[in-house]
């Protein structure tokens, strides 16, 4: 009897550490999720049944972790068309509709969810220096309400393989969010020293940075025109909430081939595909499948403010060879042989 007594025990400590016990605690329950972004001009807003890479990456992780959209979970996304000014109704109104957690992607959708509330637990995404924007108070103990996944400043490589990738460049335009604003004064002074920064990297591979901000689709054209009537040009692409629709995407890529400016992107493989020269950033897919087991575990009621912070990883670096081509570029060996890939 007593080894019998000692194995229940054993059971059903393994029961509790698997979270078995947790799941049979929530039976029955749907939880609500709350998803919030920018969004662009045309951008397009499927279920989350329908989302394709990397955005399947994250349904993949709430199943591996039990939750099933439609069966024990649903989804609330709120996006501004673009307009960053509507960040704080769509946050509010998510705070309001109930959700049990909000997921943000990127800086700007943060700042918004944490000025909604500091109760709803909050895991972003997309997010650089987390701690210097006074987001959370470390990366290993966040402390308040939110967590999440930081990713590295991948602005410094850019401007590097902009240099390898296209040595006749000598200024290139940054392509930015124009509606960006600091939320306060410590994220003022994280945006002061990223200025400061960004002159001081290029600078040291011989580029003089023009900050490009754009408030929609319609604002790209014209910089992109004029920066290449200046010559010796090309364009860095930044990890920004504003640039994800596809549309958007491929309109960007495909007028700077047509006015022969060289890209850079802090994106993922999909801009690689679409025509960007080059891109680093880290493997949204793994980044994503992270993110949902984040959430997963505040789901099941582990607070925020136990949840570390968690570095992205994976970075890949891709070349586009087929846009190389198209602008006259001959690619050098040693990059090539540093690539991840090569879309021929």
């Known amino acids: ?45 499927l279920p989350i049944e329908k989302w394709a890479r990397p ?3 994250f349904r993949a992780g709430l199943q591996a972790a039990g939750y099933v959209a439609g069966k024990n979970f649903v989804l609330e996304r709120r996006h501004t068309n673009g ?24 800086s700007p959708p943060t700042v918004a969810a944490l000025q909604a509330t500091r109760h709803i637990p909050i895991v972003f995404f997309g997010v650089s220096y987390p701690v ?22 991948a602005i410094p490589k850019q401007w590097q393989l902009l240099r390898e990738v296209a040595p006749t460049v000598r200024r290139a335009g940054r392509l930015e969010n124009a509606a960006n604003r600091p939320a306060d004064e410590r994220y003022a002074t994280y945006r002061s020293s990223v200025i400061e920064n960004v002159n001081v990297d290029a600078a040291a591979v011989g580029i003089e940075p023009i900050r490009m901000g754009v408030f929609g689709f319609n604002d790209i054209e014209p910089l992109l025109a004029e920066l290449s009537r200046r010559g010796e040009a090309g364009v860095i692409v930044i990890n920004d909430p504003l640039l994800v629709s596809p549309d958007l995407r491929f309109s960007i890529l495909e007028m700077a081939i047509r006015h022969r400016l060289p890209t850079s992107c802090a994106r993922d493989r999909a801009w690689a595909q679409s025509g960007c020269l080059v891109t680093y950033a880290e493997d949204w897919d ?20 136990d949840i570390p912070v968690e570095q992205a990883a994976g970075q890949q670096l891709i070349v586009n060879a087929r846009t190389a081509k ?3 570029l001959t690619i050098a060996p040693a990059l090539l042989a540093r690539a991840d890939e090569v879309i021929e």
């Open 132 to 153: 210097e924007k006074g987001m959370v108070a470390s990366l290993a103990k966040p402390g308040g309400n939110v967590t999440g996944m930081t990713v590295m400043d």
């Open 1 to 45: 009897m007593k080894t019998q007594h000692v194995t229940f025990a054993g059971m059903l400590l393994a029961l509790l550490f698997s979270g078995g016990l947790a799941s049979a605690q929530q039976e029955g329950r749907v939880s609500r999720i709350g998803w919030l972004f920018v969004g662009s001009w045309g951008y397009e807003d």
């Open 286 to 305: 793994a980044t994503l499948r992270s993110l949902a087991g984040q959430v997963a575990r505040v789901l099941s009621g582990t607070r925020p403010a």
């Open 83 to 106: 307009d960053v000014s509507r960040l704080a109704v769509e946050a509010e109104a998510l705070v309001a509709s109930g959700v049990d957690v909000i997921v943000t992607a990127g």
């Open 326 to 328: 198209a602008l006259g």
């Open 55 to 57: 955005g399947a990456a």
